[in-house]
């Protein structure tokens, strides 16, 4: 296969020659390695929802559930007009070795919606997370299945999906849904927690990887939703360590050497959609944003990101991976070539799923924690996976990535080959 062809490969297929690789330095093989390929279930359901003109427009609902050895399946739900199977096959199958890799008792699973909800009001948008839910129902539940948000789903579309399962269920259900608002049983620093998971790693790492470096570290952020966004925020108040001086989000993306007043132009962004049209720095095409010559990039967006056919341009001497999937294997193969070091997603965005786990037993036990307990719980958990992961690259002489991946793995093959097949 060639370059460009195998760059054509869904993120599925990249998914999947991870798990190969891993296997192949496990020597796993056969029955659990087929296992591992295939989903378990795959539920399709088509959402009918009334428009505010009166109309009813059909969605196209998914939820892959893809392995449960390790315990009840775990994983967001995405609202976006890009949403199609095979995406959500590959999501999955990351929420099964990210809950491995932090070591958090769940399998993977994962939900969307096709749907650009720029385009719904607040009532539509309400009516199709209630109507995901009916449709969804039999597979879902506190013990069975527990979704979270995801790209475009928040913590207002959580308590919808909530309420309306546990009117279903005719009783309250908090822990069938994780990511709620703290009034209706979220944890507390749920919705800042991918960030800030991903900032605990990022501060372990640069400890030896920039050791002497003169601060504050240049900081390059691509996507600035709900995860880009928090990071943007956390590293402006890290006392000057890190400066921002880039970001971007659908419509644009700017540059600023002496960085960016980011609480001001996050009130913008939340404002109006964007932080278009704000003169706070030079405007830049995505593409020069993710070759600048900064010390960390911080992909946030969506997969596939970074490919063959850019990866050559990239500076940055270290990427924390806080979108799902956005490196292909092949550009992962040339960024490595030159050194790059990557903290894989599995490890970097795994904050938002453990903060989940820790809201899940909070809802089970009926125990509150306040946020100085959820943050030494998440630095503890975060700070952990990394020393394994970094363990497990020395004895294996291999990637992050390829680590988290061996660690993830042994541990799901294990539960699985005790339950049999
Ligand atoms: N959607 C998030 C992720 O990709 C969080 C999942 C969860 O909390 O279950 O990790």
């Keep these: 296969m060639t370059i460009k062809e195998m760059e054509k490969e869904s993120p599925l297929q990249n998914a999947l020659r991870q798990l190969e690789r891993a296997c192949d330095i496990l020597q796993v093989e056969g029955d659990v390695l087929n296992i591992l390929r295939e989903p378990r279930k795959i539920t399709l359901a088509s959402i ?13 609902g998914y939820r892959v559930q893809h392995n449960n050895a390790r315990g009840p399946y775990k994983g967001g739900i995405r609202f976006h007009p890009k949403v199609d199977l095979d995406e959500v096959k590959a999501l999955a199958f990351w929420m099964s070795v990210k809950t491995g890799v932090l070591d958090v008792p769940y399998g993977g699973a994962k939900g ?35 979704p979270a948000p995801d790209v475009y789903t928040n913590p207002q579309v959580m308590a919808w999906m909530s309420d309306e399962y546990s009117s279903l269920a005719g009783k309250k259900e908090p822990a069938a849904f994780t990511g709620k608002p703290v009034e209706v049983g979220g944890s507390i620093d749920r919705d800042t927690s991918t960030p800030q998971g991903g900032v605990y790693v990022l501060e372990e790492v640069i400890k030896h990887r920039f050791k002497g470096k003169k601060k504050p570290y240049t900081v390059a952020i691509h996507g600035i939703g709900n995860v880009g966004g928090g990071v943007a925020e956390m590293l402006h108040y890290t006392n000057n360590d890190f400066k921002v001086v880039a970001l971007s989000d659908s419509q644009t993306a700017i540059y600023n050497a002496e960085g960016f007043d980011i609480p001001f132009l ?14 706070c720095g030079k405007e830049i095409s995505h593409e020069d944003l993710l070759a600048l010559d900064v010390d960390i990039l911080i992909p946030a967006a969506l997969e596939n990101t970074i490919m063959a056919e850019n990866a050559g341009d990239i500076k940055a001497k270290l990427i924390l991976e806080l979108a799902n999937g956005p490196i292909t294997p092949e550009a992962e193969r040339i960024l490595l070539d030159k050194d790059t070091l990557i903290i894989p997603d599995i490890l970097a965005n795994a904050g938002g799923v453990t903060v989940s786990y820790f809201e899940w037993c909070q809802n089970k036990s009926g125990y509150y924690w306040d946020s100085e307990e959820v943050q030494e719980k998440l630095s503890k958990k975060m700070k952990a996976a990394y020393q394994n992961v970094l363990e497990l690259s020395k004895t294996y002489k291999t990637d992050l990535r390829t680590a988290a991946y061996i660690l993830a793995v042994s541990k799901i093959v294990k539960a699985q080959e005790s339950l049999g097949t």
């Excluded at 009918?48 to 196209?60: A, H, I, L, Y």
């Excluded at 948008?125 to 299945?145: K, N, T, W």
């Design 266 to 279: 996050m009130a913008q962004k939340h404002e109006n959609g964007t932080i278009k049209g704000f003169d």
């Design 48 to 60: 009918p929802v009334r428009m505010d003109n009166g109309e009813t427009k059909v969605f196209q």
């Design 112 to 146: 969307g919606v096709t749907v650009d909800t720029k385009e719904l009001s607040r009532g539509e948008l309400e009516r199709l997370s209630r109507g995901f839910v009916r449709q969804f129902y039999p597979v879902i539940g506190p013990d069975q299945d527990i």
